[in-house]
């Protein structure tokens, strides 16, 4: 166990910093690393850990599977993977589902069906307008659509047909939109970007575009859905229906899964249009539907509506009493805290040496997304930690 930072320097690719400490142990909000320090997880796996760690349900609801079938390719039908699946369709508003085992995956696959979508139904039109700040996965084609030049800059052509536009202005999309759009992309509540919470009626303003215009909006749900937003989609909220979604991330409690999902007039695949080997195999659609259920009769997804009100009035008050503090933004158990400068990072390290785990998102935007079954006095007691942390940068 020991030397793992200089292990791995030694061996892997390099793609990113990781925060100096290895994590070998959770339970529920609670982790530990490997010198025994403990912490509370506000990062849960970047939003994916929904009911916590080690959770009994669902580590039996994964061995059971594992004992029974871990896997089998599509070519042929499984149990799990129809549950998952009615449970999706029945608990959203679209029709069918497709699963693979990643957010990048499932935003492919949103892509794949757009341009088929548009190319059968908007005179070959295949393009896609996204925003700038948002992101929705690293492979070539998902990298082509976030809107973080740097991050598909060093690779050569992008996959063409992405437009760009600001997020939360609804008079660029418009001008962006011509007769080669197929689809409009968007994140509900920009994560990645910084925890960026749209005009109240932005959604709904984007919806009656695309349905002015005959085209399709999809909503990247990777990290909004799955109860996350205290609501099991973000979209609901607005109050307004996507022709396509993807989820991932919290999907199946963090073992690894992917969807995308689409109403029956956007679903054109064939067969032979797209597949994949583990996509939806019988081990990660088991713990996917045990986690729906936690959510939907386990009283998870209550929990994370309370507890998010909770956080947004905890982190809210902080603004009064710290001059580093300039306010608060999120949905449900995802929440940014604003600074005044860029010390997001010293407030993160700070956290951690004092037992909170929380994601520098921005320079000056720190993310919390603890696990939806956090409690009321885990969020005070994280909240007191980042308010002494707050104290002690601002009298250094
Ligand atoms: N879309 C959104 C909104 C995300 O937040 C992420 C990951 O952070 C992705 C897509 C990519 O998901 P993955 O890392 O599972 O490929």
């Known amino acids: 166990m020991s030397n793992i930072p200089t292990r791995e320097a030694a061996?892997?690719?390099?793609?990113?910093?990781?925060?100096?400490?290895?994590?070998?142990?959770?339970e529920g909000t609670r982790i530990w690393d490997s010198d025994g320090k403990e912490y509370l997880d506000?990062?849960?796996?970047?939003?994916?850990?929904?009911?916590?760690?080690?959770?009994?349900?669902?580590a039996d609801a994964i061995s059971e599977q594992a004992r029974t079938l871990i896997h089998v390719s599509n070519i042929f039908y499984s149990e799990p993977q129809i549950e998952l699946g009615e449970l999706l369709i029945a608990n959203s508003a679209l029709d069918r589902v497709f699963f693979c085992n990643s957010g990048a995956e499932a935003n492919e696959a949103a892509i794949k069906l757009a341009r088929k979508w548009g190319i059968q139904n908007r005179d070959g039109g295949y393009e896609i307008i996204s925003t700038n700040n948002s992101f929705h996965g690293r492979t070539l084609t998902t990298v082509a659509a976030t809107g973080t030049a740097a991050y598909r800059e060093p690779f050569g052509p992008p996959t063409p047909g992405f437009v760009f536009v600001n997020y939360d202005n609804i008079e660029q999309l418009r001008e962006a939109t011509t007769t080669r759009t197929a689809a409009i992309m968007l994140e509900p509540v920009q994560g990645e970007g910084g925890v960026n919470v749209p005009a109240s009626d932005y959604l709904q303003q984007v919806r009656a575009w695309c349905d002015e215009q005959g085209i399709l909006l999809i909503l990247d749900e990777i990290q909004t859905g799955m109860g996350r937003a205290g609501t099991l989609w973000a979209y609901e909220q607005a109050g307004i229906e996507p022709d396509i979604m993807?989820?991932?991330k919290g999907l199946a409690g963090g073992v690894p899964i992917?969807?995308?999902?689409?109403?029956?007039?956007?679903?054109?695949?064939?067969?032979?249009?797209?597949?994949s080997t583990f996509g939806g195999?019988?081990?990660?659609?088991?713990?996917?539907?045990?986690?729906?259920?936690r959510l939907l009769e386990g009283g998870v997804l209550e929990n994370a509506k309370a507890r998010g009100k909770q956080l947004q009035r905890r982190l809210a008050s902080l603004e009064d009493r710290h001059a580093l503090v300039?306010?608060?933004?999120?949905?449900?158990?995802l929440r940014g805290l604003e600074l005044e400068s860029d010390m997001a990072v010293d407030v993160a390290n700070a956290a951690r040496e004092a037992g909170l785990l929380v994601n520098p998102v921005r320079p000056d935007?720190?993310?919390?997304?603890?696990p939806l079954t956090v409690t009321e006095a885990e969020i005070d007691q994280a909240v007191d930690i980042v308010e002494a942390v707050l104290d002690s940068l601002e009298q250094s």
Do not use: C, Q, Y
């Open 42 to 58: 506000f990062i849960a796996g970047i939003s994916s850990d929904t009911l916590g760690h080690a959770d009994a349900g669902l």
């Open 246 to 248: 993807t989820s991932a």
């Open 258 to 275: 992917g969807a995308v999902l689409a109403k029956e007039h956007a679903s054109v695949f064939v067969p032979g249009d797209h597949g």
């Open 365 to 370: 935007v720190v993310r919390f997304m603890p």
């Open 281 to 293: 195999n019988p081990l990660a659609t088991a713990a996917g539907a045990h986690v729906m259920h």
């Open 11 to 26: 061996i892997h690719m390099f793609t990113g910093r990781r925060v100096p400490i290895t994590l070998v142990r959770g």
């Open 326 to 333: 300039s306010g608060e933004r999120g949905i449900g158990l």
